[in-house]
């Protein structure tokens, strides 16, 4: 699914790189915790995964596309079609409804509505059902949600139209340890699902045991060892 060959990166400014990684290799399918402490570049190895940022050193593949090759417009279609993010602070629209918050990525990428069986709409409705958010709250503003059920809607969003990769980032750093709990079962359960590879950023190892995979980002980025 995803394959990263000499990756260099440094933000502008900033006066040395942040993230030198010499391979990296996750095979479809699979869950990844990919853990480290705050500011060791987690989100910004994340950016580069999902095509938001490029790197000018080496190569980030996604489905066996450099995302580096791609011109602006077409690295978003692709990112549309293929990458589901969960943002840690969500990145809801607070303006628009639940169920159109869901059913964004849809409109953004034909290939994402024709996974949805039965059509973006049934398919937005049954996610919203399988992270127990009720049928009254679907047409309100995404802003007059609590946090648990913001993350919710971030995640039904994320997963809408069996993309091949969800990324997310922190999710879990707002909730207290009941809700924490139940929103991991329900990503891990839908990924497997729906086949998709999750990569999964947080600084709390008490979750890596629910992964197949574990990876530390300080031992495989370079750059921190020579810092």
């Known amino acids: 699914m995803l394959e990263i060959r000499d990756l260099h990166y ?4 900033a006066g040395g790189e942040c993230l030198a990684i010499e391979r990296l290799d996750i095979a479809a399918g699979r869950a990844v915790f990919l853990h480290g ?3 060791c570049g987690k989100s910004t190895l994340l950016g580069l995964m999902a095509g938001v940022l490029v790197a000018p ?3 980030v593949r996604l489905l066996g596309q450099d995302w580096a090759a791609l011109r602006g417009g077409t690295r978003d279609a692709r990112r549309a079609e293929h990458v589901g993010v969960i943002f840690q602070q969500f990145n809801l629209l607070p303006y628009v409804s639940v169920a159109d918050n869901v059913l964004l990525p849809c409109r953004f ?3 994402r509505a024709r996974r949805c069986a039965g059509g973006p709409v049934v398919a ?3 996610l919203l059902q399988r992270v127990a958010l009720p049928p009254s709250l679907w047409p309100r503003r995404a802003d007059a949600l609590s946090v648990g059920q913001q993350q919710r809607v971030a995640a039904a969003r994320a997963l809408i139209g069996r993309p091949g990769l969800v ?3 922190e999710p879990t750093s707002a909730l207290d340890a009941a809700l ?3 929103f991991m079962a329900l990503l891990l359960e839908e990924c497997r699902a729906g086949g998709s590879t999750l990569v999964f950023v947080s600084h709390d190892d008490r979750l890596a045991a629910r992964f197949d995979e574990r990876l530390s980002l300080p031992a495989l980025n370079r750059a921190a060892a020579l810092s």
């Open 10 to 13: 440094a933000w502008p400014g």
């Open 37 to 39: 402490p705050s500011g």
């Open 57 to 59: 050193r080496g190569q």
């Open 109 to 111: 990428s034909a290939a």
């Open 124 to 126: 937005a409705q049954a």
């Open 167 to 169: 990324i997310a980032d």
């Open 180 to 182: 924490r709990d139940d």
